[in-house]
């Protein structure tokens, strides 16, 4: 299996995992969404408490064709980060999106 193929796996795996634990709570949707052609993978709120909805993206991942994994967006305190170095990812293959390019020179991960 090539590298983007197992990322693929790999990061549809955490996020389902990541959609069940929040599932546990009842409270909202949890809507996982996967592009595997476009290597897009999010994970969405929808529900209400009271008057207000809440409804957004709240983890959103990229696999690129080049074999590194954009964390586009992290709105939660699990550090998916820290998840895919335990799975054996390398800092090399990991890009911060969500943090500045400039500053990403300075945290060991990839930059782009």
Not at 42 to 61: I, N, V
Request: hydrophobic share 35%; proline share 3%; net charge negative.
């Amino acid at each position: 299996m090539d590298k983007v193929t197992h990322y693929r796996n790999l990061v549809r795996s955490l996020l389902s995992e990541i959609a069940a634990t929040f599932r546990k709570s009842k409270q909202w949707e949890i809507l996982e969404i996967y592009d595997e052609e476009r290597g897009q993978y999010l994970l969405f709120t929808d529900g209400w408490t009271g008057d207000s909805r809440y409804y957004g993206c709240f983890m959103h991942l990229e696999v690129k064709a080049d074999g590194k994994i954009w964390l586009r967006r992290d709105g939660t305190d699990l550090e998916i980060g820290q998840s895919l170095l335990d799975e054996g990812v390398p800092k090399s293959d990991i890009v911060p999106a969500f943090r500045s390019p400039n500053s990403r020179l300075y945290m060991g991960y990839a930059v782009s």
